[in-house]
C-alpha cells in the first residue's frame, strides 16, 4: 500500500517510516510539499500532521477534499494536541479520523487503520494532470468559494428566527449567484407547507416537484410571492432538504440559460449550507411552537395568549375576546372515560385550527376544557356561532353522546386592562351557562 506521510518533524517522519516499514511509504515537510507528493503518487492514505509552518494540516486536508481528483484518498489527521476544538476542526476538514501520536492507543488506532485500508485497497489509481500548480490554485479556489459561501450563508443564523426573512435572504444571495430568473422553496411544517415562490403557475411546478418527494402534498399551505418573472423554456436545478431520513423541504430554480458543470457543483456545494440552515430554523420552530403549544388540542397555550393578548393591548389594537367551555365536559369524563375526554378535546381543536386558519383568529387552550379565542375582525360572533353549530352536529367519539358548547364574547371597548375583557367574557359565558347551555352571550 502507498502512504504519504507529512510532518515538519524528523524524528516523528522516521517514527511512522518504522511502523509502516512494509508499506511503501514516501514523506514530506511540510503541507505544500506534501501536496505535490500526493499528486505524484496519488497514494492509498495520507498520514498528517496538523500544525506545520505554511500549509497546515486542516487546510491540506480541506484542499485534497476539494480535489476531484483527490478527494476520495483516505486522510488521518495526527497531532500531540488532545484539545477538543481540535479534534472537531479536524472532523470538520474531512478527515477520516483526528490521531493523538504520542499515545499507545493513537498509534494503535493508526495501525488498525492501516490493517484496514491495506486489506481493501482495489483501486484503479487515476492518472492525473502534471500540472501541479494549476491544480492545486483549482483546489484552493475552490476551497475559498466554499468559505465564502459558507460565511455568506451563515450571516443568515442570527435571524434564524424569522424564517421569512431567512427564506428572502437566500432567494436573493441564490439569484445574484446564479443568475436565476424564478425559484421555488419549500418548508415543511409539523401539518402544513410553506411555499415561497417567484412562479404564478406555481401549481404546474409544485406538482412536478412533488414527483421527487416521498412526503404527500398536503392541502394545508401558505403561499408566499416574491419578486421574480416567470422563465421561458428553462433550465433547471433540484435539492431537497434531509434531516436524516426525514425529507424537510425543497428548491426549485430555473432559468433560460443551460447551467454549466461548475455551476451545477457550486448548487450543490451552497445546498449543503442551506440544509444546515433550514433544518436549524424548523427546528428553532418547532422548539418555539412546543413552548407556546398545548399538546393535546393543538392550539396555543396560555403563555402563548397572555403574551399574544398582552401585544394587542400595547399596540392599542381593539379586538374581541370569546372564552368557550364544553358542556357537560364532567360528566363525559366520568361516564365514559378520560381518553374519551382527551378525543373530545383533540378533535375539537384541530377543528378550531383549521377554522382559524379560514378566518385568522387567535386560539388557545385556557385550562381544562376552556377556549380562548381572539379576533380583530368585527364577523367574530358569526364565526363563533358556525362553530357551535359545527360542534353540535359533529360526533368526535364512536360512543353514544354529542358535544355542546357555551360562549361569552367581550370587546376591549372602555376597558380598563386586558384581564378585565378576559373577565366580563369569563361572566357571558357563566350566563350562558345560567341561561340553558349549547348558546353564545354578549358581555354588556
Not at 285 to 308: C, E, I, P, Q, V
Request: proline share 1%; glycine share 6%.
Amino acid at each position: 500500500m502507498k502512504i504519504v506521510v507529512i510532518d515538519d518533524s524528523e524524528f516523528w517522519r522516521k517514527v511512522l517510516q518504522d511502523l509502516l516499514n512494509e508499506h511503501s511509504v514516501e514523506t514530506a515537510t511540510d503541507g505544500l510539499d506534501g501536496y505535490f507528493k500526493i499528486q505524484e503518487t496519488y497514494p492509498d492514505l495520507v498520514i498528517s500532521d496538523v500544525v506545520m509552518p505554511g500549509l497546515n494540516g486542516y487546510l491540506l486536508c480541506r484542499i485534497v477534499k476539494n480535489d476531484p481528483d483527490l478527494k476520495d484518498i483516505p486522510f488521518i489527521l495526527m497531532t500531540g494536541s488532545s484539545d477538543s476544538l481540535d479534534k472537531f476542526w479536524g472532523k470538520y476538514s474531512g478527515a477520516l479520523d483526528y490521531i493523538q501520536k504520542d499515545s499507545v492507543d493513537g498509534i494503535e488506532k493508526l495501525k488498525h487503520y492501516v490493517d484496514t485500508l491495506s486489506g481493501s485497497v482495489h483501486r484503479c489509481h487515476k492518472e492525473l494532470s502534471k500540472n501541479f500548480k494549476s491544480s492545486f490554485e483549482r483546489a484552493l479556489n475552490a476551497l475559498l468559494m466554499n468559505f465564502a459561501i459558507e460565511n455568506e450563508i451563515r450571516k443568515f443564523f442570527v435571524h434564524i428566527d424569522d424564517m421569512n426573512y431567512v427564506v428572502r435572504g437566500l432567494f436573493d444571495l441564490i439569484k445574484s449567484m446564479f443568475e436565476i430568473e424564478d425559484a421555488m422553496i419549500i418548508i415543511f411544517e409539523i401539518d402544513s407547507m410553506k411555499i415561497y415562490t417567484t412562479f404564478h403557475d406555481f401549481e404546474k411546478r409544485l406538482s412536478k416537484i412533488f414527483e421527487n418527494l416521498k412526503t404527500p402534498m398536503t392541502t394545508s399551505r401558505s403561499v408566499q410571492y416574491l419578486e421574480g418573472r416567470d422563465s421561458l423554456e428553462p433550465y433547471e436545478l433540484f435539492w431537497i432538504f434531509h434531516q436524516g431520513k426525514k425529507e424537510n423541504g425543497a428548491i426549485y430554480l430555473s432559468r433560460n440559460k443551460e447551467f454549466s458543470n461548475h455551476e451545477r457543483e457550486t448548487f450543490s456545494n451552497v445546498m449543503i449550507e442551506v440544509e444546515n440552515l433550514i433544518n436549524v430554523g424548523i427546528n428553532f420552530d418547532l422548539y418555539r411552537r412546543y413552548s407556546f403549544m398545548d399538546k393535546l388540542t393543538g392550539l396555543n397555550n396560555l403563555r402563548a395568549l397572555n403574551d399574544y393578548i398582552d401585544g394587542l393591548w400595547k399596540k392599542n389594537e381593539n379586538f374581541h375576546f370569546c372564552m368557550i367551555d364544553i358542556d357537560d365536559f364532567k360528566k363525559i369524563n366520568d361516564t365514559y372515560g378520560h381518553e374519551t375526554g382527551n378525543e373530545v378535546l383533540s378533535g375539537m381543536g384541530k377543528m378550531i385550527r383549521e377554522l382559524s386558519s379560514k378566518h385568522s383568529f387567535f386560539a388557545a387552550r385556557f385550562g381544562g376544557e376552556e377556549i380562548s379565542l381572539i379576533s380583530k375582525n368585527d364577523n367574530f360572533a358569526d364565526v363563533i356561532e358556525s362553530l357551535r353549530k359545527q360542534i353540535e352536529s359533529t360526533k368526535f367519539s364512536s360512543k353514544d353522546f354529542h358535544v355542546t358548547i357555551s360562549a361569552g364574547i367581550a370587546s376591549r371597548g372602555m376597558a380598563g386592562s386586558y384581564t378585565e375583557v378576559i373577565e366580563r367574557a369569563d361572566m357571558a359565558l357563566y350566563e350562558a351557562k345560567k341561561s340553558g347551555k349549547n348558546r353564545i352571550i354578549f358581555s354588556k
